[in-house]
């Protein structure tokens, strides 16, 4: 898969939407994600871990460290 880590993607199951942050490999598992949603109020982000075939992505752009979403 191309590069995913801090692009924007939706869950085609769930539909949950976020940032990538974090990709997991397995030696006998499908790879995973981590999606992590916008905090908007300052509170810890919520997650959602999902198979790498499961996403598709929002956006190309890549959401850079210093953008206020990453902000406490």
């Avoid at 993607?9 to 598992?29: D, M, N, P, Q, W």
């Avoid at 300052?42 to 902000?71: G, M």
Wanted: hydrophobic share 35%; charged share 35%.
């Amino acid at each position: 898969m191309e590069k995913a880590l801090g692009k924007e993607a939706k869950s085609k199951v769930s539909g949950f939407e976020g940032v990538v942050t974090a990709r997991c490999e397995y030696l006998y598992a499908p790879a995973r994600v981590c999606l992590t949603a916008k905090s908007k109020d300052c509170k810890s982000p919520e997650e959602y871990w999902t198979e790498e075939a499961d996403i598709e992505f929002v956006d190309n752009d890549v959401i850079e460290r210093n953008d206020p979403v990453f902000q406490s």
